[in-house]
């Protein structure tokens, strides 16, 4: 199983229901490279639901390379930073992506 994967899986029992409390919003992960893979995470209702594939609606979408992500969960790599370089592409809702390290636990 790759690293992306157990993320993604594992993610539900990592968030803090206190930080997703009244946030509606569908992010959608795009990975790209050798190991490609998108997920959707949901959060509604006070609670998180993940899936992999494409969200029907996403409120945002960020896309980066399999070993970008694997070091922004590292701390490695620095979110913005990742943004302004061109690793981190984001399209939607911006605000939800500056909620990314406290909700996710992202770098």
Excluded: C, H
């Excluded at 959060?43 to 399999?66: P, Q, R, Y």
């Amino acid at each position: 199983m790759s690293e992306v994967r157990s993320f993604f899986e594992g993610i539900v029992g990592q968030v803090d229901k206190g930080k997703i409390a009244g946030m509606t919003a569908t992010y959608q992960f795009n990975i790209t490279g050798d190991d490609a893979q998108v997920w959707s995470v949901v959060i509604a209702n006070d609670d998180l639901t993940v899936s992999e594939g494409a969200a029907e609606k996403a409120s945002i979408e960020l896309t980066m390379s399999g070993p970008d992500f694997l070091a922004l969960l590292a701390g490695q790599l620095n979110g913005q930073m990742a943004f302004l370089t061109g690793k981190l592409k984001i399209k939607g809702d911006m605000t939800l992506a500056m909620k990314l390290q406290s909700v996710f636990k992202l770098g």
